[in-house]
């Protein structure tokens, strides 16, 4: 009698889904177009994918509308605002795949859909988000960006029974500092919040790979932090 369930458990790598608000049309119209560029695609043995290459240009002539990123350490909107949750979706993917990060960094503020050490922040022409194909057979990408959840998995040939686990630690917090500039429209005394700050992190992310079961690898795989983007 054929087992079809661990024929399938050979076929099937990572899978990992985040959380987005429906009601921001526009953030919501960014995840899609950045999930229909990678949906589908395959990477062969050795490739490597570059979200940057993958995805394009964020343009409004490409469809992307305005929505808020992080940038030079506050909230502003910019055109393909909210792209970055699909590439830490991808992220995560990637790793519980146990597929090679080649390159990764962390947004300068914690995210409301991944924890820290789970993120991946892009910014075409300066920041990309990539990742090999280390398996010996190819892999394809199946995205979705629907009901309020972004979902990515990652399919290819798993000969050796691979699973992975990854899982962060915090080691430190920050509270938040008080910056102060000057304003000549405000009356003498008085302040006004532009806006407020946040508490920051500092954790590690681990990645334990599992073969039939038994634990092989234990490793520590964060990464410095970026630029604020």
Sequence with gaps: MINLEK????IYFGTYQT???TGNVDRTTNLRIATSKINGYILRPGQEFSYNKVVGKRTID?????????????????????????????????????????????????TSYADPGRDATVFYGAIDFKFKNTTRYPIKIVATTQNGIEKISIYGI?????????????????????????NPELKQGKTKVVQG???GYTVNTYKEVYVNGVLKEKKLITIPAADSY
């Design 7 to 10: 024929i399938y458990s050979r």
């Design 19 to 21: 959380n987005y608000n």
């Design 62 to 110: 490409a469809g992307y509308r305005a929505a808020p990123i992080y940038s030079g350490g506050k909230v502003v909107d910019d055109i393909g605002g909210g792209i970055c949750q699909v590439s830490s979706t991808l992220y995560n993917a990637a790793l519980l795949s146990n597929l090679e990060i080649t390159s990764r960094s962390n947004h300068s503020f914690i």
């Design 158 to 182: 798993n000969v050796d029974n691979v699973t992975t686990k990854v899982y962060t630690s915090k080691t430190s917090s920050k509270e938040p500092e008080t910056k102060y500039e000057d």
């Design 197 to 199: 700050g946040s508490k």
